[in-house]
């Protein structure tokens, strides 16, 4: 089993930057397999990064993935933030197939909060 682990998130004016960091541990397997995905209130959850340097076109340019393989650790760097922004930032690990498809990964976190306020 795969247990990832989420943090970074919280309240952030617009303009501003956050990291959000997800720590994997369990049974090994390549941080190449991981991205981030975001889910806003009412929505459907989006496909946001993966490595390697897959982007939404909505986050293209602002946001950055990148990853520690001795801490097993994938982070994704979050500058010039929109109110649009605004979502709960799912981590997921062992991607099988598309790297844009949630169903595309087995193992998800619990998920961290970002706000950004106008």
């Known amino acids: 089993q795969v247990r990832l682990i989420e943090s970074g998130g919280g309240l952030v004016q617009a303009g501003g930057s956050l990291r959000l960091s997800c720590a994997a541990s369990g049974r090994p397997f390549s941080t190449s397999t991981m991205g981030w995905f975001r889910q806003a209130p009412g929505k459907e959850r989006e496909f946001v990064a993966a490595i390697s340097a897959y982007y939404a076109d909505s986050v293209k340019g602002r946001f950055t993935i990148s990853r520690d393989n001795a801490k097993n650790t994938v982070y994704l760097q979050m500058n010039s933030l929109k109110p649009e922004d605004t979502a709960v930032y799912y981590c997921?690990?062992?991607?099988?197939?598309?790297?844009?498809?949630?169903?595309?990964?087995?193992?998800w976190g619990q998920g961290t909060q970002v706000t950004v306020s106008s």
């Open positions: 997921a690990a062992n991607r099988r197939g598309s790297y844009s498809s949630a169903s595309s990964y087995d193992y």
